[in-house]
């Protein structure tokens, strides 16, 4: 079974439970939905927003190519990935993946997998807005990204 991955880079948020209801109305094929919310944090009080700026069809076309991989590592019957851009605030959701798979570590694997890949190769850039009204610096890429990526490739 081929799957079309949902992928969409928006500003507004999302309802997670919405767009997995969204996959499992009137499906009795699945079993197992797995979803990921990545939120924004606060770091101990110092920030109030991260900034994210994309590239619009850019970052869109890179997400489907990380979908579209785990789609075809996994047996997965639907998957959505959703990113923000745009001013995000504490405790608002900045990502969101949903895998479903006929069993569970289909779904548990290609959510991780995505997640990975994501944050390691998604052209997103983050700036930081402090909580004292200060524009913190742009946020470099994390070795701990590429290596948590590099596990996929064992």
């Known amino acids: 079974m ?43 009080g110092r920030l109030a927003a991260l900034e994210l700026e994309h590239y619009p069809g850019m970052a869109e076309a890179e997400i489907g190519r990380i979908a579209a991989q785990a789609c075809a590592r996994w047996p997965l019957v639907a998957l959505t990935v959703i990113h923000r851009h745009g001013t995000i605030r504490p405790g608002e959701p900045i990502v969101l993946v949903v895998a479903a798979s006929a069993h569970r570590r289909g779904a548990f ?5 995505m997640m990975d890949f994501l944050k390691d190769r998604a052209p997103f850039w983050k700036r930081e807005h402090m909580a ?9 890429a994390k070795q701990s990204d590429a ?3 590099a596990r996929w490739k064992k």
Request: hydrophobic content about 40%.
């Open 109 to 113: 694997e290609a959510a991780d997998f």
């Open 147 to 149: 290596a948590d990526a």
């Open 2 to 44: 081929s799957v079309q991955p949902t992928i969409r880079v928006q500003a507004d948020p999302f309802d997670a439970a919405a767009e997995s209801a969204t996959i499992t109305a009137g499906r009795t094929d699945i079993g197992a939905l797995v979803t990921f919310t990545g939120l924004c944090r606060d770091e101990g």
């Open 132 to 140: 004292d009204g200060a524009t913190g610096g742009w946020v470099g």
